[in-house]
């Protein structure tokens, strides 16, 4: 995903130890689909799926906005060495103290529902990882390449845009 959008955004912010802006009080609602189960629902239904149907991709996994926050910072933390192992033997995660509530958008949804079991019952497709182990190898990839994560975020990216598309829309 383009660094914006909460999960990317979150892993690179914790990494930097910058703020997790939460809209609200973080009960926005999302499906949640690991990327590579996304694109084998997009080829199951190429090459399996009928013409001209629709076919809704989503992961039968939904959760709030401050719980998959917490799981970001829990796998972000322990994947850093940042967790802390107190003396009860609870761990610690220190950069909980990142999340940082601020004013919805206006108009932003409470809740966006995929309701994919007629890919699953037509055409037999399902998530093969359950969300903790598609959480972990997200945050493996985006802390395992950081430098795609910098240029994107540095402006570069956007310089290099412009620069070869610049008159040609």
Do not use: C
């Not at 967790?83 to 103290?97: H, Q, R, S």
């Not at 809740?111 to 699953?120: E, F, G, P, W």
């Amino acid at each position: 995903q383009f660094p914006e959008k909460l999960i990317p955004l979150f892993i690179n912010n914790i990494r930097h130890r910058k703020p997790l802006p939460v809209y609200g009080k973080g009960e926005n609602v999302r499906d949640w689909l690991y990327v590579v189960d996304h694109a084998r629902a997009i080829d199951t239904i190429f090459h399996h799926g009928r013409v001209a149907e629709t076919y809704n991709i989503g992961g039968f996994n939904e959760w709030k906005n401050i719980d998959i926050i917490k799981v970001l910072i829990k796998t972000v933390d322990d994947a850093l060495g940042r967790t802390v192992l107190k003396a009860d033997g609870t761990k610690e995660y220190p950069d909980m103290d990142l999340i940082t509530y601020v004013t919805d958008r206006a108009g932003h949804d409470l809740r966006y529902a995929i309701d994919s079991s007629k890919l699953q019952k037509e055409l037999g497709w399902e998530p093969s990882l359950q969300f903790e182990e598609g959480i972990e190898k997200t945050v493996r990839w985006y802390l395992d390449n950081p430098d795609w994560m910098d240029n994107v975020t540095s402006g570069d990216y956007q310089k290099y845009y412009e620069e070869m598309y610049n008159g040609r829309g």
